[in-house]
């Protein structure tokens, strides 16, 4: 009798597809974040497998800066159409014209997200909420559970966090609380990477190296668009650029790489030593603690 091995990559989808599985048994309406970015592409295909031949029975949310690429929207857009899948927008933008929030002095929006995604759990009803993110990207995710309690507020509260054993879940919530659930959490970039590779999954364009007018801010190449620059003193020069993670384009910086294809993406995030967050994400520059804090008030 053979006996069939399960290697690391293997073992890292058996685990996501299984907490797919555990939700679907436990909660009466979740929902995946999808912004188009690398992460919540796997995440969505590793849902797509763990329900075949079935549909996915969650819909998608996207909470929409208004600052993105558009590659990065055309590509969302493009793979909610090939599942035939829901998505529910949260738009700031639309939060800013009606007042309920301010636009920011430096013109970046990551932390204006939090309201939208909250208001749009509530109005939704959403008792469970997937998300991409993993514990090697940032010391605040690296404390969160696989599935994350948020009180009636939305705030995560670390004192709360539950001990998950055995691959054991606690998805228990009083009324008005709701779980954020992280498949991906023990996942690296690199494995990311290297099951985008096995899997042949599709991903938005900017995410290879390609030609681009960029110009330098506080050590970061940014895109020219409606987010506040270039300012006078700010060059814009065409470089060959790649982008490590997408977010929202006032403060996610490119990487001047030559990577064109993704074997030459896995060598370059082979040797890196710095993650994707940390190395392109202004918003995470902040202060020490800028991602705690604001995933203490909601965020994702």
């Not at 055309?74 to 909610?80: I, K, L, P």
């Not at 939090?114 to 008792?127: A, E, G, R, Y």
């Not at 790489?257 to 030593?273: F, G, L, W």
């Amino acid at each position: 009798m053979t006996t069939q091995t399960l290697d690391a990559l293997d073992r890292l989808e058996s685990e996501a597809i299984h907490i797919f599985r555990e939700v679907a048994g436990e909660f009466d309406r979740p929902v995946i974040l999808f912004s188009g970015g690398k992460d919540s592409t796997v995440l969505l295909h590793l849902a797509v497998k763990a329900f075949w031949p079935a549909p996915v029975p969650f819909p998608l949310l996207h909470v929409d800066t208004g600052h993105n690429l558009d590659e990065v929207i055309e590509f969302r857009d493009r793979t909610v159409e090939r599942y035939g899948l829901r998505l529910v927008v949260a738009s700031v933008q639309d939060f800013i014209d009606d007042g309920r929030l301010e636009e920011r002095p430096d013109g970046t929006r990551n932390p204006l997200q939090t309201v939208p995604l909250l208001d749009s759990i509530t109005s939704n009803k959403f008792d469970a909420v997937f998300g991409g993110g993993r514990r090697d990207e940032e010391r605040a995710r690296a404390k969160e559970r696989i599935f994350s309690l948020r009180n009636s507020f939305g705030q995560w509260e670390p004192r709360r966090q539950r001990p998950e054993l055995w691959n054991l879940y606690n998805g228990r919530h009083r009324a008005g609380e709701h779980v954020r659930v992280f498949p991906l959490s023990n996942w690296t970039e690199l494995d990311v990477w290297r099951y985008i590779q096995r899997e042949n999954i599709d991903l938005p364009s900017i995410y290879y190296a390609h030609q681009r007018e960029v110009f330098q801010r506080d050590g970061m190449w940014l895109t020219a668009g409606p987010w506040f620059g270039p300012n006078a003193d700010e060059t814009v020069e065409e470089l060959t650029v790649r982008y490590r993670t997408v977010g929202d384009g006032s403060c996610t910086g490119a990487i001047r790489s030559d990577a064109a294809d993704i074997e030459a993406v896995i060598a370059e995030v082979s040797a890196s030593r710095l993650t994707e967050r940390g190395a392109t994400r202004a918003d995470d520059r902040l202060s020490e603690a800028a991602m705690e804090d604001r995933k203490r008030e909601g965020y994702f």
